[in-house]
Every structure is written in C-alpha cells, then in structure tokens.
C-alpha cells in the first residue's frame, strides 16, 4: 500500500512519541540503578567512583531483613485469608439472593475508594478502643480489607465465564453439593484463584500508606522500613534495595507474562 | 433439598469482616466528633470544632492543594498514557507489545516508597535532571526541583501511569475496529478516524482512567510526603502530621472524613459529566 508523505510523517511522530513516553516510564529506574552502585555516601549523580557496598548494606541492615519478613507474613496470611474469605463470598453473590446481598458487596468493595489512610487511621483508633495490640494481627487484618476486592473480582470473573452444565452433569449422576464443589467447581476456578492470591500477594506486600498508621517498630513491613530509612539516611542503600526490588518484580511479571498471558489477566487483549 | 447449599459458611466470613471495617469507619467518625486531650490517645467530649478549624486558610489551602494537585496528575497522567495503551494495543509485533506491556505495568507493582525514591535521585539539586541540564549548558545552576508541587506531580503522573495504561488498552482493545475501517473507506484521514471514532469509542477507558488516578493521587501520601519535603501540604500529609507528631487523632479523623467525602464528590462529578459522552460512545 501507498502511503502518503502525511501519512508517514504521522507514523513517525507516533513512534517518536511512543518512545519518549517510555523514556520517561524507565528514566527513574534507569537512574536508580546507577546511583546504586555509586561509591559515596551521599547521592551524587554521575557516581564518580564505584562498589557494590551499598547491595551488602541492604542485606545486612537489620530493620530490611527484619521488613521482609514481617512483610512476607503478612502478606502470605492477608492474601491466604482474602482469597478464603473473598471467593467464597463471590460465589454466594454469584450463586444465590439472600438478605443484605448488595449491601455487603458494598461495604467489601468500598476499599477501592475509601484513601488508604482513612483505613489506616479507623483501624487504628478501633484496635485502641477495644484495646486490641498493634501486632502483626491488626497489620494482617487491614491489609485483608484492601485487597479483599481484587480476590472478588477475580472469583466473579472466572465464575462467569464458569459451564454450569457440568456442575448439573455431576449433580445428575448423583453426587453432593459438597463433592461438587471440591471435585467439579474449585478445579476450575483454579487459575482466577490463583491469579486472585498473586495479584492480592503483590497489592499487600508493597501497600504502604495504611500499614504506616497500623504497624509499630515491631511489626513494620519492607515498604514502612524504607519509608523510615529514607528519612534518617541519605546513601544509596535504598537505590540498591529498589534495583534489587525491580529487577525481581520484572523477572517474576516476564514469567508470568510468557506462562500465563500478562494481556489476558489485565484485560488488555484484543478481541 | 437445600437449594442454596453452603450460603451460611460462605457468607458469614466475609460479613465478620465487612462488620469489622464499619466499626472502624464508624471509629473514625465519633473521633471526628470529639474534642482533643493534648499528649493523650483518649478523647473528651462532643464537639464540631474539629469541623469548624478545618475553615482556617492553612486547612482550606491544603484540601485546595490538594485538589489541584490530583486534577494536574490525572490530566497529565492521561495525556503520556494514551499513546502508550494505544501502542499497545494495535501494534503488529509481540515483541514490542510484551516490552511495551513489562514496562508499563512493573512499575504498578513495585509500591510507592520505591517509585518516589527513583525520582528523588532524578530531580534532587545534584540529580540526573540537573546535572544533565548543566553539563549540556542549558542551566548554569541546578533548578529547585525538589520540594516543590512540580516535582510531586511528576512523580504522581508515574505513580498513576500504569493504573492508566492498563484502563484505557481495556477500553481500546474493546472497539470494534470495523468501525474505523467503514470511516477510512468512506475517505476519512487517519486523525479524523480517530477522533471521530476512536476517541469517543475509547471514552469509558478516559472516564475510568481519570477518576482513578484522582482517587488514587488524592490517596497517595510516600509522594507529596517525601518530595514535597513538607513543602507541599495536601490532605494525607496533614492527618499524618497530625495524628504522629501532635496525636490530635480527632482532627485527623475530621480531616480525612472530609477528605472521603471530597474525593467521592469528585469522582462522582466525573462520572455524571462524562455520562452524555459515554452514552455517545455506545450507540455510535
């Protein structure tokens, strides 16, 4: 096909565009990564001497490692207990009408909307009023209420697109309504579970703003205990934990996206 | 026979939860309404003054801010993404479409505190803009970047691109492309095509894009926190302040009741301008 002198010029300025935007996307990490193996204490750009000492830091101080294990626990029980609590919801409102149905589904998905600090502060003043102590527990329940509505849409989602004849196929052979679920229903929800828990794992390992309200010294996450160094310290300690932070969040979304289709879990596919 | 097997055990989970975080919204309200004992996490008696105080000018100039603040990042935020989700979406190589996709969408999954750390280094006084501007000659001294409302909404603007992104190639992979296709056999040029027909189509992804990048800016607190440098006030940086290094927990309470509710109206202010649109994009 022909193309106009018009035609190509807009097909460039499109790419040029396209690029830059991208640009933009990659300059803070292209930058964090060079500043983190900067010799000197102090942030400098260019670095003029290098080392990798800051990565040793990042490993060795003690409130990250401390971080990334209050972080991981929390994230493992608050996902685990959302995709309990969620999926199960989603199929009840899927499934049946029943007394305070959309009521419920309301104040679930509220978390969406409601900013993450009106949740950190509620829950903290509740956990004072009932004398409940800021342990991991209190951490661990806000973060279920935030990601709880990412594990219902999920659910729904792969609910809908569910064949219910097999569910009737395997009711008409004979078989409970309980061995239904765990033979016939469940398997097949398996990927939007999945999904559902890796999706909420991610939210609840980097939420910041409400675990900041809810957690102590004691029961601070990774992104709370960056947060509080990035405050005291000034070297490139942190540039060295976000390039590690990168470059394991990229790995584990390319695997993801050559196993699982990136497009299809976010709904960007073509059709 | 039980025609609704297992709604008990299913429901009854999720209502201890939705109970559990009533009472703490409900928390935050009687804390609105309560009067502050300085150097004390106990509160004294019925008042609306935490209402009232909020009329003061720094208060007011903060929620203003605020606003502002939230309306720039979602304006800007759409203006980059768009060309981003449309590449996305309609280019012909996998390749450049999994590049364009990592890209775009690893940055929604690394948290705030990491995000806002990479653009202190790329706007700080001895950064990567400012030694870049200097060394091409185009500066003689570095530029204030830092603590002021730009740098915010820049950092902002790549907190909510992915978000955007994502929303808008949703909406864009949504459009029959017959539609297109009719317009440019008809004789329409390329930018007629799209903004006649790609443009409206893809007004539902616009609609949900913006107001979710104003809700999250509006809730976003790493950012406006650590480069504004407390220079920038906004509401989220106010109720912290205020309940960690004064502990009046009730006017930070009243803060953020205000700030819910101004953010819904906002977002619901959206959603009724862009109905005609919106309608527009479904029947064509």
């Known amino acids: 096909m022909k193309r106009s002198p018009g035609a190509l010029l807009l097909r460039w300025s499109g790419r040029i565009l396209v690029a830059a935007v991208l640009l933009f996307v990659l300059l803070p990490g292209i930058v964090v990564a060079i500043s983190a193996f900067n010799d000197r204490a102090i942030l400098v750009f260019p670095p003029q001497s290098w080392s990798l000492r800051w990565f040793w830091r990042a490993f060795s101080y003690p409130d990250f490692a401390k971080g990334f294990w209050n972080g991981l626990t929390v994230t493992v029980w608050a996902s685990s207990i959302a995709l309990v609590v969620g999926s199960a919801f989603a199929f009840a409102i899927h499934r049946y009408k029943f007394a305070l149905r959309n009521l419920l589904e309301g104040i679930l998905l509220s978390p969406l909307i409601i900013p993450h600090y009106t949740i950190g502060l509620g829950v903290l003043i509740l956990a004072s009023q009932t004398n409940v102590g800021r342990g991991l527990p209190l951490v661990i329940f806000a973060h279920v209420v935030m990601v709880l509505p990412f594990v219902m849409r999920s659910t729904y989602i792969s609910l809908e697109n569910l064949d219910i004849r097999l569910e009737l196929a395997a009711s008409s052979l004979g078989a409970t309504p309980l061995r239904i679920l765990f033979t016939v229903t469940i398997p097949l929800l398996i990927p939007g579970l999945l999904s559902g828990w890796l999706f909420a794992a991610i939210l609840s390992f980097n939420e910041f703003t409400a675990t900041l309200f809810v957690s102590s010294h004691a029961t601070q996450t990774l992104p709370v205990a960056m947060y509080n160094y990035v405050r005291e310290f000034a070297d490139p300690t942190l540039a060295a934990l976000s390039v590690i932070y990168i470059v394991v969040t990229a790995t584990l979304l390319t695997i993801a996206n050559s196993f699982l289709g990136l497009g299809k879990i976010l709904n960007v596919d073509a059709h | ?284």
């Not at chain 2, 509710?261 to 919106?278: F, G, T």
């Open chain 2, 1 to 284: 026979m039980n025609t609704r097997p297992f709604l008990g055990w299913f429901v009854s989970p999720a209502g201890l939860v939705a109970v559990a975080l009533v009472a703490a919204m409900l928390a935050v309200f009687q804390y609105s309404v309560r009067a502050y004992i300085p150097g004390s996490l106990e509160v004294s008696e019925f008042t609306w003054q935490n209402f009232a105080a909020m009329l003061r000018p720094l208060y007011a100039l903060a929620f203003w801010n605020t606003v502002l603040l939230c309306f720039e990042t979602a304006v800007f935020t759409l203006i980059l993404a768009y060309p981003l989700a449309y590449a996305l979406v309609r280019t012909n190589s996998s390749a450049l479409r999994s590049f364009i996709l990592i890209v775009s969408v690893t940055p929604l999954f690394l948290g705030e505190v990491v995000r806002t750390y990479s653009w202190m280094i790329v706007l700080g006084n001895n950064g990567f803009l400012n030694t870049l501007l200097l060394k091409l000659g185009l500066l003689d001294r570095p530029v204030q970047m830092m603590f002021t409302a730009g740098g915010v909404v820049a950092a902002l603007v790549h907190v909510t691109m992915p978000i955007m992104v994502i929303m808008l190639a949703a909406a864009l992979s949504h459009i029959d492309r017959n539609y297109e296709k009719a317009a440019e056999s008809l004789g329409a040029g390329p930018v007629r095509v799209f903004l006649t027909i790609t443009l409206p189509l893809s007004m539902p992804g616009i609609v949900a894009g913006f107001s979710t990048a104003f809700a999250w800016t509006f809730s976003a607190f790493a950012t406006p926190q650590l480069i504004g440098g407390g220079r920038v006030s906004t509401v989220s940086t106010l109720i912290y302040q205020l309940g960690f290094s004064s502990f009046n927990f009730p006017f930070a309470a009243s803060l953020s009741i205000i700030g819910l509710a101004l953010s819904l109206a906002v977002v619901a202010l959206l959603k009724k301008a862009a109905s005609p649109l919106e309608r527009m994009a479904a029947t064509t």
